[in-house]
């Protein structure tokens, strides 16, 4: 069983490729399931450069999900789904907008710490100008909360704070041992997101280090390329499934309504 749950498509404005195109690709890879999780609107088109208008959520995303699910059903799974963003302050816009839709699953992300979108290559600079554990420990103090919201069902990238090869100074496995103690009890599962190894880091999104954390927490694992391209769905596969093997005892979670099942990987 193989899906990838996590991908984009042109409407984000940084992504390339129709979400067609991405279901079409995902079937000539032979995928059991696509998830086509683009990025979330945000309250009043917050953010706009980089995700669709609210208006373009219900006249052209939504109708065109459900109409690629009901085209290929014979050849491939399509999951509707998206990905928001946790940023303080939007919580009850989010529960209602989530709740005015049936989505398969919605991946939890954080992108922000405060009005700083710290995986913006634009915004980089401003690593320069940081303490980097102070960032560190604010970034998972955002993915506790995510996970403490109950709005989201899967933890994204949970450590894309490393995009750029920004390392802590001091040893965080408290902090992270912390955090996925919290995200055990919300019940979320964590993807894995091969799109870090395309990244300057170049390394899987959770690193090793937090992959033995969350085996021995019992947490469960998706699959994620985090495609902004259609040749990039299932990229690096090879290495998520190794690693499914090796901390989720080959076990994915596979969601529908928003209800979690696993199966064999
Ligand atoms: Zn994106
Ligand atoms: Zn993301």
């Known amino acids: ?60 995303y939504k109708p065109t999900v459900l109409k ?35 989505f398969d699953y919605v991946i939890g992300s954080v992108h922000y710490l405060g009005e700083w979108g710290f995986d913006n290559p634009l915004y980089i600079g401003k690593f ?35 995009k750029f090869g920004h390392r802590p100074k001091k040893n965080i496995e408290e902090v992270l041992r912390e955090t996925f103690k919290v995200v055990k009890q919300s019940g979320m599962s964590v993807e894995i997101n091969t799109s870090g190894l395309r990244k300057p880091v170049k390394e899987v999104y959770p690193s090793e280090q937090i992959l033995r954390i969350i085996s021995e927490y019992d947490i469960p694992l998706t699959i994620g390329s985090d495609a902004h391209t259609p040749t990039d769905v299932g990229r690096d596969f090879n290495v998520a499934r190794q690693l499914v093997e090796k901390y989720g005892k080959g076990k994915i979670s596979l969601y529908t309504n928003r209800q979690r099942s696993e199966v064999n990987i």
């Open 128 to 162: 320069e100008h940081v303490d980097i554990d102070q960032v560190y420990i604010s970034y998972y103090d955002h993915i506790k909360r995510s996970a403490q919201s109950g709005l989201f069902d899967i933890i994204g990238h949970c450590d894309l704070v490393k």
């Open 1 to 60: 069983m193989l899906i990838d749950y996590h991908t984009h498509n042109e409407l984000c404005k940084h992504a390339d490729g129709t979400l067609e195109e991405y279901v079409q690709q995902a079937i000539k890879l032979g995928l059991n399931e696509i998830g086509l999780a683009d990025h979330s609107p945000m309250p009043n088109d917050w953010d706009i450069e980089v995700r669709m208008y609210e208006a373009q959520f219900w006249a052209d």
């Open 68 to 102: 690629l699910r009901e085209k290929y059903k014979d050849a491939i799974t399509v999951k509707f789904a998206l990905e928001g963003d946790f940023f303080p302050g939007t919580e009850s816009w989010v529960k209602s907008f989530n709740a005015k839709n049936e």
